[in-house]
């Protein structure tokens, strides 16, 4: 892949109200987009990929049929329900972006992804690249996968953001969070983290349940992506998208 | 692959009306959806992918926007038109098929597939697979695809049923159309076709204008394919899914 790509996600709890079922965070959403926006406008030659999470809508539906990342589903009402919420999600997701002329187009994980029986991810990013380099922005989200020997488990957006960063040998990966960074024991962002020992007394738990883990989990498989990642709130969005070292960089 | 698998294309000519913008032939899905439904119960084994067209839904938009297999768009709204309206018939199929407890989950031409820039199609079968082998009955469509060179560009459903009835080594394949089969010049079915000169001199022309090809480009198109094919009418559909041999048979 050429280089100058992002990866870029946007977290379901930045984006939708993670307490109630399927419920849009608006404000939050449109200001993410905005920010997109603005980025794209001053670099033509940006090559974006967005990856947003489930949030309440997801999660919900993947908690009440008792999917997770490793216990499946061969109900198609339940594969429907998780898998139509986050399309619901995704459209709203494209269409903040439309109305900024951001050129979004909707890639589904459940159309193209596929685990084996160890549970490994099969994920190509083939359309995707073709996507990127056609000028668009493909935008993907968790979902379900077809998952061999288990029906259709959860495919977190972490997930893809991994699988993604090294099938496509992405620049720089981003992940918009609720939190300005991976935090210590006293609150404050830990700057730099290059390897699990760095941050492994702050990160024995997550402030909410998530089927598809926790802050800890974000660490350890970034670390294993070649491109610096970075974790940052909200606020900080546009400095990131500016190219600028924000939260917390994990390599 | 293991044995077993069926592709089944629906036509776009069958489950909408052709002629009015976005209009399904309720009563033509609904029968469509009984036949699956009575195939299935009758046998726990078997494998079913289905693929339908676009119909009034995907080549009005596409026309619209002066999108064929070889032109291609750059406009996210274009993409988002044709992809939107032909995830909107695929949501009535589906729904249609769970009515009948058929576990229908869909798959996205635009997710998984792309080209190069010779137009040569990928378009990877395991996410198909592996939902089949799980007990899932994927619902593919006619769809955009990203075009390396070209943007965007249409992906008809029989190219899908032949791109997946090579991959995954299909038992059958069957085309569900308007029509009984091929037809010679007095307007009866040809009950074989082996070569295209068999059906040449009666597939100089099609009925309705379609932006992804005719009678002809099925033929050639099913004759490149291991399977043998069926091209028969709705009201075969039940037959063919029983095995028996309906309408024209190629291979």
């Known amino acids: 892949m050429a ?5 870029l996600k946007l977290g379901g709890s ?4 993670k307490d109630d079922p399927e419920t849009l965070d608006g404000a939050a959403l449109e200001s993410a987009a905005a920010a997109v926006a603005t980025a794209l406008a001053e670099d033509d030659d940006r090559r974006l990929v967005i990856v947003h999470g489930g949030g309440s809508f997801g999660h919900h539906h993947a908690s009440t049929h008792g999917v997770s990342t490793t216990e499946g589903t061969r109900d198609h009402v ?3 329900d998780v898998h139509g919420a986050m399309t619901t999600l995704n459209q709203f997701v494209r269409s903040r972006l439309h109305e ?8 589904h994980p459940l159309s193209l992804a596929s685990r084996d029986a160890n549970g490994e991810l099969t994920l190509p990013s083939d359309p995707v690249e073709t996507l990127l380099a056609e000028g668009f922005v493909p935008v993907l ?8 020997g288990e029906g259709v488990t959860v495919l977190s957006g972490d997930e893809i953001v991994t699988s993604l960063a090294s099938s496509m040998a992405a620049e720089r990966v981003g992940l918009c969070s609720t939190v300005p960074g991976v935090l210590d024991d006293d609150g404050d962002v830990i700057p730099r983290i290059e390897s699990f020992a760095d941050a492994a007394d702050a990160l024995g738990s997550s402030d909410a349940p998530d089927v598809t883990g926790g802050m800890a989990a974000k660490v350890r498989e970034l670390l294993a992506v070649d491109a610096p990642a970075h974790v940052f709130g909200p606020d900080a969005l546009a400095a990131f998208l500016a190219g600028d070292d924000v939260g917390t960089r994990i390599e």
């Open 3 to 7: 280089d100058n790509t992002t990866i």
């Open 14 to 17: 930045v984006i939708t109200e």
């Open 78 to 80: 339940a594969v429907t």
């Open 100 to 107: 900024r002329d951001v050129p979004a187009v909707p890639v």
């Open 141 to 148: 989200h968790g979902d379900g996968v077809a998952h061999a």
